[in-house]
């Protein structure tokens, strides 16, 4: 997904008087593989107005929860939290595949060229109308979104060791992430509930962006 999925959550956390960077992650499925570093380029390009010396808390929504540990190794700046948003969890230790067997069978049938669909094309009208509080937000969220290579999802993302020696924490929207939400309780990390879809940052950005200050806070 693009940066504007956020957007709304970043104005309600400058609002409130915290700095905040949404870095674009359109751009790494270019090229070829690996893509993992030019995730963690993409993160150091935002962040780069911002001095090194100052402590930065990492903010990770969905797919974007599996590259984390190779961010927090990338970036010059000390992280004092991260906090994983109805987002996918990477391994504790050696590597992660960004996607488990059953969501590669789902999606290589889709695959046109090596590439995939954009990502809201993949589901159910049913699915995907309810993630957005109204059309224009879904039309401005669908246009942004890239079409990855199927070869993106078939990458293994490296985990340096101690990457979760900060406190880390959890916020749960919904099913499917319930059992993800489960197992970052078991890692003995915050959790925290608003219930919504997937993109219920987008639907509630006030709620959302309180739910990161109180998670960061005790991180």
Do not use: K
Request: glycine fraction near 8%; aromatic fraction near 8%.
């Amino acid at each position: 997904m693009g940066p504007s999925t956020w957007h709304p959550v970043a104005e309600h956390l400058t609002a409130a008087g915290h700095q905040v960077r949404v870095p674009s992650l359109l751009d790494v499925g270019t090229g070829g593989p690996p893509f993992w570093p030019r995730t963690v380029g993409a993160v150091r390009d935002g962040l780069r107005q911002v001095p090194p010396s100052r402590p930065v808390v990492l903010v990770a929504h969905s797919n974007a929860g599996l590259f984390l540990p190779a961010i927090r190794s990338g970036l010059d700046h000390p992280v004092t939290g991260s906090v994983f948003v109805d987002a996918a969890l990477p391994a504790r230790v050696g590597q992660t595949p960004v996607a488990p067997p059953e969501l590669l069978e789902f999606l290589r049938p889709m695959a046109v060229d090596g590439r995939l669909p954009r990502w809201t094309d993949w589901w159910d009208e049913a699915d995907v109308a309810p993630m957005f509080p109204d059309p224009e937000m879904r039309r401005t969220v669908v246009e942004e979104q890239p079409t990855l290579p199927l070869s993106y999802y078939e990458q293994h993302i490296p985990v340096p060791d101690g990457w979760d020696d900060h406190p880390c924490a959890y916020l749960l929207f919904g099913p499917p992430y319930d059992e993800l939400a489960s197992e970052a309780r078991e890692r003995g990390w915050r959790v925290a509930h608003l219930p919504g879809a997937h993109l219920h940052q987008l639907v509630d950005p006030a709620g959302t962006a309180r739910h990161l200050i109180e998670l960061a806070a005790t991180t």
